[in-house]
């Protein structure tokens, strides 16, 4: 690892819950956007993109201990993939609802960094991206601040300039 904290009451206090009932996905947020693009998703762009992002963020790196250690900790990895599905078949808001909820159900294990899971389904004319990460690192706004981001680097990487939106 690179680095180390405490654990913070309320990141102990979600845990011990999460763990308490795994198939719930209790503090597993998975979210999905409709990102307007006449282009195919780009599997290399975004996955450079998340790696990108990985490498800036060391919260993306992060894991949660709650023993082996005097008190729970968050440890901070030196390298950690996040793992990125690309579907290309084509999907659509209740296919791309289906996959949510199965993420949800599939929960992230918090001992093991990266607490984050990318995918993209590809949409007629736009393409969905469904971020899967845990809440015991990232909240509401420094959520919203990653998307951009990541967008961004994607972006980035298809035009070179950075300056695309959403």
């Known amino acids: 690892g690179v680095d ?10 979600m845990a011990v819950e999460a763990d ?20 195919p998703v780009d599997a290399a762009a975004l996955t450079g993109a998340v790696a990108e992002l990985t490498a800036r963020h060391d919260v993306l790196r992060t894991s949660v201990e709650l023993t082996g ?34 993420e949800r159900a599939a929960g ?18 736009a393409w969905w991206l469904t971020l899967t990460i845990s809440h015991l690192i990232v909240g509401g706004w420094d959520f919203n601040s990653l998307l951009a981001d990541l967008v961004t680097g994607y972006r980035r990487r298809l035009t070179g300039d950075g300056t695309s939106s959403l």
């Open 4 to 13: 180390a904290y405490p654990a913070t009451m309320a990141q102990v206090g």
């Open 20 to 39: 308490g009932d795994p198939e719930r996905g209790l503090y597993t947020i998975v979210s999905s956007f409709r990102i307007r693009d006449q282009r």
């Open 69 to 102: 250690y005097s008190v729970p900790m968050q440890l901070v990895h030196r390298n950690a993939t996040v793992p990125v599905q690309v579907f290309t078949d084509g999907a659509d808001a209740s296919r791309v609802a289906g996959f949510a909820a199965a």
């Open 108 to 125: 992230l294990a918090l001992g093991a960094a990266p607490l984050l899971r990318v995918a993209a389904h590809q949409d007629d004319g």
